[in-house]
C-alpha cells in the first residue's frame, strides 16, 4: 500500500467498478419492500455547489438500506428550471449586444437546449465524481417527451376537474425576467426607504411609492376613523393631474399606518386591488411591464420608477405638496432569479385552485400517512397550507412546457412540472412495471427551504393525481451556507464548486465534512478546515490499514484461512474484550441513528469510535502481542481482532466515505463482492464471554 490515501488515483477506478458490476440497479423483489428515493433534480443551470453535495444525505440512507438487503432505488435526474435557464442564457446573448426578441424564439429556444444539455453533462459527471451511488439506467429529465406528456395529462386532469381557471388579478412581474412569479418566487427583503407625506387637498396620505399616484382611482380610510367622516364621499384633487378622485371607507385600511388615510391604486398593490374589486373602481396603469412609467404619468412617461420617483417629488416639493419624510424599514419584492425589484401588475394568468388541495395534503400529514422530521417543520407546513393563495402557474417565457390550451403562448411554472417528480419518474401516467413497484417513494429528502416550493406541492399534485401519498417521509435537512452565513445559490455566484474541493482533498472528506455532527433540519457551515481535517481522517483509515496489512505480511499469516478462527477469539484479552463490546455499542448506535435520521450523530460515533478507541488505543495496544515473536498464538489473535474491527468499520463507514472504504474493502483487503452491497454489520457479542465464529467471515 502506497503511504498515503491518494484520492485521485482510486476514485475513478472505484466509480468504475461499481458501474460494471451493476450494484445501483435493484431488482424488483415482490416479497421485499423497495427503499425508494429520488435525487432533487439540480437545475440544468451550469453546474452544482457545495450545497448540492448534501445530497450526501441520500446517498447514505441509499447506501444502508442496499447493504441491509432491501431492493434500493436511487432515482436522478434534472430539472429544465424555466426561469433560471432563460436568465443566464438571455445574460449570455445580452454580453453580445443582442435581445432573445432578436435571435427569435426558435434560435433561443435552440440555445436554450444547448446549455441545458451543456449543464446535465457536467452535473452528472459532479454527481459521479461525490460518488452517489444512482441508477442512471432510470434517468429523468423534467424536458423529456415521457416527462412531458405526464405534464400535459396532469394539466388536463386539474382543468376538466375545475382546478385550473385562467382570470385577471393582480401578480408579481419581474421587468427583467418579463414574466409574472407566484408568491413564493416573490422574495421579500426588508430595505431602508423613504415614506412621503403628500398633500390631497384636505387630506394627506403617507405612500412608499409617489410614482404610482398617478394611477390613483380614490383614498381610503377606516369607517370608524372620526377624522375623516366630514369627507367621506367627496371628491379631492390628485396631485400633479386635472383629476379628482372619491373619498372612500374599507374596514382593511389601517389606520394607525401613516396618516389613516390610503391612496388606492389596484394596479399597482394587493390589498389595493382587492378595495378596487370590492368598490367596483377602474384600473389605470402607471407602470407598465418594463418597469417604465405609461402615458398617463406626462411628463415622467418612459421614465423607470426609481427615476420618477425622485423626479416626482422634487415637483410635489416645488408645488408645496410634499408635507415630510420619513426614513423606514419596509419589505420589498425581489424576483428570488435576477434580484430584480418586482412590480405588482394586472394580468390575465392560469391559477391553481390550491384550497381543495391543500386540505388533503394536510390531512396526510396530520393522520400520520406522511411523517416530516424535524417535526417542528410540521407546524409550518400546516400554516402555509392552511393560508395558501392560488397558484399561478403560467409563465412569460419561451424555454419550458408550453401550456397545452390552443393559442396560449404561455409556459408553465417550472414547479408544476417538477411537483410531478416522484410518480412521473417512475413512468405515471402509464402503468409501468417501475410504477406498480417503486411508488410511493419511501422518503423526500431535500432542504428546508423548498418545503412549499416543491415538497407540499408534490403531496398536493400526488394525491390528487394517483389518489396515493407521493412518499412516508418528508427528511429536510439545513442549508449549507459561505462565511457570511449566505445561503450557497449557483445563480447568485454564492458558494464554490466541490469539484475543486474533490481534487484537493477527495470526495470521501468533503461528504463526512458536510455530515458530520450536523442536527436534522439545522443549517450547515463548510469552512476548508473540516474538509481538510476529514481528509485526515481519511488518512488515518488508510495508515490503519496500512499497518494491519502490513503485520499480517510480515507474520506470513493467512488469516481467511479457516485454521486460524480460534475458539478464544477475544476472550483471552481484556483489551481484545474492550475493543469488541464497543464495536458493538458502535454497530448498535450507528445503525439506530441512520434509521432515525440522526446522520450527523451517526457520523460522530463511527469517527470516534475508529479514530481513537480503534486507532489511538487498540491499535497501540496489539502492538506487544504482535512484536511478541515467542507468542505466535497471542500475535495471531491480535491480528484477528485487528482485521475483524477494521472489516466492521469499513461498513460502517461506508455509506459515509464510499470511496477509501471501497477500495481498502476490494482492492487492498481482496473482497470478492464489493463492499457496496455486503451485508450491513450484526450484533454479534452478547457479553464478554461469548465467542465469535468465523471472524473474517464479511
Known sequence: MDKRYQPEKTEKEISALWEKSDCFTPKVDPKKEPFVITLPPPNVTGGLHAGHAMYTIEDIMARFNRMKGIPTLFLPGFDHASIAVEYLVSKQIRKKGKTKFDLGKEEFLKQAHQFADQSRDYIKKQLKLLGFSLDWSREAYTMSQDYSEAVKTAFNHLKERGLIYQGETIVNWCPDCQTVLSDLE???????????????????????????????????????????????????????????????????????????????????????????????????????????????????????????????????????????????????????????????????????????????????????????????????????????????????????????VKGESAILDTWFSSSLWPMATLGWPKKTADFAYFYPNTIRETGYDIIFFWVAREIMMCLELTGKIPFKTVYLHGLV??????????????????????????????????????????????????????????????????????????????????????????????????????????????????????????????????WHKFCDIYIEQTKDRLYDQDNPGGQQEALLVLLFVLKKSLKLLHPFMPFVTEEIWTNQLGEKTPLAISPWPKITVKNSKSKIKNPNRN
Open 186 to 404: 416573490n422574495e421579500h427583503l426588508e430595505k431602508r426607504g423613504q415614506l412621503y407625506y403628500l398633500k390631497y387637498g384636505p387630506v394627506t396620505i403617507a405612500t412608499t411609492r409617489p410614482e404610482t399616484m398617478f394611477a390613483d382611482v380614490a383614498v381610503a380610510v377606516h369607517p370608524d376613523n372620526k377624522q375623516y367622516k366630514s369627507l367621506i364621499g367627496q371628491k379631492i384633487p390628485l396631485p400633479l393631474t386635472k383629476r379628482k378622485i372619491p373619498i372612500i371607507t374599507d374596514e382593511t385600511v389601517d389606520p394607525e399606518f401613516g396618516t389613516g388615510a390610503l391612496k388606492i391604486t389596484p394596479a399597482h398593490d394587493e390589498l389595493d386591488f382587492q378595495i378596487g374589486k370590492r368598490h367596483h373602481l377602474k384600473t389605470l396603469i402607471a407602470i407598465d411591464k418594463e418597469g417604465r412609467l405609461t402615458k398617463i404619468t406626462g411628463p415622467f412617461q418612459g421614465l423607470t420608477a426609481q427615476e420618477a420617483r425622485k423626479r416626482v417629488i422634487e415637483k410635489l416639493e416645488k408645488q408645496g405638496l410634499l408635507v415630510k419624510t420619513e426614513t423606514i424599514t419596509h419589505s420589498v419584492g425581489h424576483c428570488q432569479r435576477c434580484g430584480t425589484t418586482t412590480e405588482p401588475q394586472i394580468s390575465l394568468q392560469w391559477f391553481v385552485r390550491t384550497k381543495p388541495l391543500a386540505k388533503r395534503a394536510i390531512q396526510a400529514v396530520k393522520k400520520g400517512q406522511i411523517k416530516i422530521v424535524p417535526d417542528h417543520f410540521a407546524k409550518i407546513y400546516f400554516h402555509w397550507l392552511g393560508n395558501i393563495h392560488d397558484w399561478c402557474i403560467s409563465r412569460q417565457l419561451w424555454w419550458g412546457h408550453p401550456i397545452p
Open 481 to 610: 451556507r459561505d462565511e457570511k452565513g449566505r445561503k450557497f445559490s449557483k445563480t447568485k455566484g454564492i458558494g464554490f464548486d466541490p469539484v475543486e474541493t474533490i481534487a484537493k482533498n477527495g470526495a470521501d472528506a468533503l461528504r463526512m465534512a458536510l455530515v458530520l455532527g450536523n442536527a436534522p433540519g439545522a443549517d450547515v457551515s463548510l469552512p476548508e478546515e473540516k474538509v481538510i481535517s476529514m481528509r485526515n481522517f481519511t488518512n488515518k483509515i488508510w495508515n490503519a490499514t496500512r499497518f494491519i496489512i502490513m503485520n499480517q505480511n510480515n507474520f506470513n499469516l493467512k488469516i481467511k484461512s479457516p485454521k486460524l478462527n480460534l475458539p478464544s477469539f477475544g476472550k483471552n484479552n481484556e483489551d481484545d474484550q474492550k475493543i469488541l463490546k464497543s464495536l458493538e455499542k458502535t454497530i448498535d448506535s450507528v445503525t439506530n441513528h441512520i434509521d432515525n435520521y440522526r446522520f450527523g450523530q451517526a457520523a460522530e460515533d463511527i469517527y470516534g469510535f475508529f
